[in-house]
Each structure stands twice: as structure tokens, then as C-alpha cells.
């Protein structure tokens, strides 16, 4: 018989680990909800082309994609991000704007499989259509501030930047083009194959031999029109005003080149290994068009799920609830007296698991061990006789007799409810 394991870079999240992955995409959901951003539900895949408005030289685009025909004969591709797939809804749809949603669930990108980096990844994000206003710009990027705040984060550092109006990055690409271009040799064996594709992608090179190049190329900042540098003056005053603390990075240049005006990334500083950005987002004024919609100004971020639990790790921040149930009906009698009870005090809110196959005392009593509730509710032929139960307290291993009547009174006092 052939047997199975997950798939490269994906992953079953088994419980409790996915009581915590619930919990944060609960979290964030009392924040954005609180808002005024509406829940949208996109599909896990589309038309290949809905991504390929990401620009073709992406790396998403060039080797990460999965995408596939259909037997339709479609060209799909299972979503790697879902940004596009908002903007694809918006111009679908036509909501009138502003229009404020959030997202949560999976994307899938062809990756080298590692820690930190899937094929299957989470993320949870908002996106604003329809505002250009750099007061929004601001307020989106405290909202995720704020979400980090209330996982418990700390060592979060985010950087700003903006990638200026599309003729300001048209202009610094070729001012960037050039600087390498004139020094060639100086520039690693990669980054010359990422210069032919996109200049910009180059300040993005982690390699040493890259560093001094790039600390010399030419600056963003200089490339910037009025109306594009006002605003960006105006979003750095809006996030001193809110109490955000932010550093400027002239190389922030994210992975998509839809990207206009203001841009950010999160890193946690908790994370040591290549992978330490744990969300990022900014201004892609322009993809609406580009997906046959009306001229929208866009706004927003998304956040991995997979890699801010490991920055949670780091920290000691945000573990996951428990998930044990309340109570364990150990039944010696056949079972139904467990099953009855099992019924009547789940009704009443308990969380409740029992044993099965009319196991002796001693193999139930340690898969009431094993279960973790605080309460071991004990059926003997003599309690059936007295309609009664025998309520153990696992930790202290003290036992009371309790009539039927009272036990769910009993139970809350002993649970603490
Ligand atoms: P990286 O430079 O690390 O590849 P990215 O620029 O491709 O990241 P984005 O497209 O901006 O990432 O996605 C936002 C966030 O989603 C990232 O900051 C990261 O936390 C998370 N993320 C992206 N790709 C993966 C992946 N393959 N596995 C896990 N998380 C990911
Ligand atoms: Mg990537």
C-alpha cells in the first residue's frame, strides 16, 4: 500500500496550534471589524491573468506561481497573494468607495520549502479602494501595528518608504539601471540576472558583495515629484501624530511591482534567519486600471500568519488556548448513563468527551487523564442505583458524591464559572 505525507512546504496544523491560528484571525478581526472593514471572501484561485497584473517580472510571476489548465482549459493559478483578487472583485462588482475589506486564509507560491517559508502560507490583510488621502495610508499602518500590540509583540520594527508616482519609478529604475550597469563586475552573478528583469529588485539583494553598490546607488528620494513627496510628508506626520514609531529605508522596495507612493514592511527583530519580514503592504495606485477598471487609488497590507506565530514563539507571546474540554464522564455501567450525560450537560455549556468500548475503570480513567479536563465525572453501578455521580478533581484527586440534580451547579462551582 502507498502511503502519504503532506506535500512539500505544506503543513497539517494540528491542535492546539490551530485553536492559535484561530485565535489570531479572531483577533484581527475585532480590529478591523471595529474599523469599518467588511469580511470579503475571494477564491483560492482565478485566471492566471487576474496575477499577472502583478507585473511580469516578478518573482511571484516568474517561477512561483501555481498555476495550471483546467479541463476546461483554462489557464488557472491558486492565488499566491490576494490583493489582485480584491482589486478583480472591485472592478467585478463596482462597490462604491471607499471600499474597506479584509481577508483571511491561504496562498499558495511555488517556494523553496523552509522554515519560515511554505508553499501553503497564511496571511490576514485589509485592502482601501477608492482614497488617496495620506491620512488613511496612516491609519491603515496603526492598524497593524496595533493588531502586533495586541499579540503581545514587542520586537517589531517597520520600515517606510515611497516608491513615488509610476513616471518617478520609471525615472529611478533607469537612474538605477545605470549606476549598475557602470559597474558591472562589482555586482554578484545573481543580481546581474535580477537587473536585466528589474533594477529595483536589486537593492533587495542580500548578498555582501552586493552591499557596497547598493549603499552608492542612487536614491528614491531623489526621484520623487512634489505632489508624490508631499505625500509621503504628509503619512510621516500622520504616524508621529498616532504615536507610530516608524524608520525611513530608502531601499524598501517590496516584491510587487504594482507598488506606488507609500510603502512599509514589517520585521520582527525576535527572528534571526533570512526570514524575518512578517508582513508588509502599501500604495498600488494603479492595479485597478490595470485589471480594466476605472483610475482607484489603493491601500493595504498583508500580514504572514505562519511567520508572526514563529516571531510569537520567539517572544513567549500569544500561546495557544487550550482546548481541553471542562469535563470527562468515565462510565463503568455500558456507557449510556455516559452518553446521557454527554447530552444534558454539553446542553448546559460544558465542554464534555467521554470513553468508549466499555473500558475497565483503570484505561478510561487515563484517557481522562490524557484529555486534560479539570473534572472526571465517575459511573458506577452504585451511583446509577443512587442517581448520583462521583466528581473527581484531577489535579488535588479529591472525590465528592453529587446527586444528578445538582451536578451541573456542582460542576460550575468546581470550574470556577
Ligand atoms: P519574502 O521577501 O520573504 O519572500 P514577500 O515580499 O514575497 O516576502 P509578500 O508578498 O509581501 O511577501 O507577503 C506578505 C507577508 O506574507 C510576508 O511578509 C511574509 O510574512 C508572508 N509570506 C510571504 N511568502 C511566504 C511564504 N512562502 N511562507 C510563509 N510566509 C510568507
Ligand atoms: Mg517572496
Not at 452518553?339 to 444534558?344: G, S, V
Request: hydrophobic share 40%; proline share 4%; charged share 25%.
Amino acid at each position: 500500500m502507498p502511503t502519504y505525507n503532506t506535500s512539500p512546504g505544506t503543513r497539517d496544523i494540528l491542535a492546539p496550534e490551530s485553536a492559535r491560528w484561530r485565535a489570531f484571525q479572531q483577533v484581527f478581526a475585532d480590529i478591523v471589524e471595529r474599523a469599518g472593514f467588511g469580511h470579503i471572501i475571494p477564491p483560492m484561485f482565478e485566471d492566471l491573468g487576474v496575477f499577472l497584473r502583478v507585473g511580469e517580472t516578478t518573482e511571484i510571476v516568474t517561477k512561483e506561481m501555481y498555476d495550471f489548465d483546467d479541463k476546461g482549459g483554462r489557464r488557472i493559478a491558486l492565488r499566491p497573494e490576494q490583493t489582485a483578487s480584491v482589486c478583480r472583485a472591485f472592478v467585478e462588482h463596482r462597490p462604491v468607495t471607499p471600499w474597506k475589506v479584509w481577508y483571511a486564509g491561504p496562498n499558495f507560491r511555488y517556494e523553496k520549502p523552509q522554515q519560515g517559508r511554505y508553499r501553503q502560507f497564511d496571511q490576514v490583510g485589509v485592502e482601501v479602494l477608492g482614497i488617496d488621502d495620506p491620512q488613511l495610508d496612516a491609519e491603515v499602518i496603526a492598524l497593524a501595528v496595533d493588531f502586533y500590540r495586541r499579540l503581545g509583540l514587542h520586537g517589531i520594527r517597520l520600515s517606510l518608504n515611497s516608491l513615488g508616482d509610476s513616471g518617478d519609478r520609471d525615472r529611478y529604475a533607469t537612474a538605477l539601471r545605470a549606476h549598475f550597469t557602470s559597474h558591472l563586475d562589482a555586482l554578484s552573478t545573481e543580481s546581474r540576472a535580477t537587473l536585466e528583469r528589474n533594477p529595483l529588485r536589486v537593492l533587495d539583494s542580500k548578498r555582501p558583495e552586493d552591499a557596497p553598490l547598493i549603499a552608492a546607488a542612487p536614491r528614491m528620494a531623489d526621484h520623487l515629484t512634489d505632489a508624490a513627496a508631499t505625500h509621503f510628508a504628509a503619512v510621516q506626520s500622520a504616524l508621529r501624530a498616532a504615536g507610530v514609531d516608524f524608520v525611513i529605508d530608502d531601499r524598501l522596495v517590496r516584491g510587487l511591482d504594482y507598488y506606488r507612493r507609500t510603502t512599509f514592511e514589517f520585521v520582527a527583530t525576535s527572528l534571526t534567519a533570512a526570514h524575518t519580514a512578517i508582513g508588509g503592504g502599501g500604495r498600488y495606485d494603479g492595479l485597478v486600471a490595470d485589471l480594466g477598471g476605472p483610475e482607484t487609488p489603493g491601500i493595504g497590507f498583508a500580514l504572514g500568519l505562519d511567520r508572526t506565530l514563529l516571531a510569537c514563539d520567539a517572544e513567549g507571546v500569544f500561546a495557544a488556548p487550550t482546548s481541553a474540554v471542562d469535563a470527562f464522564i468515565v462510565d463503568v455501567t455500558g456507557g449510556e448513563q455516559a452518553a446521557q450525560l454527554c447530552t444534558q450537560l454539553r446542553a448546559a455549556g460544558f465542554g464534555v468527551d467521554r470513553a468508549y468500548d466499555s473500558r475497565s475503570m483503570k484505561s478510561q480513567m487515563k484517557v481522562a487523564d490524557r484529555s486534560g479536563a479539570r473534572v472526571a465525572i465517575i459511573i458506577g453501578e452504585d451511583e446509577v442505583a443512587a442517581n448520583t455521580v462521583t466528581v473527581r478533581t484531577m489535579e488535588s484527586g479529591s472525590q465528592q458524591l453529587v446527586s444528578r440534580g445538582e451536578l451541573v451547579e456542582r460542576l460550575k462551582t468546581v470550574l470556577g464559572r
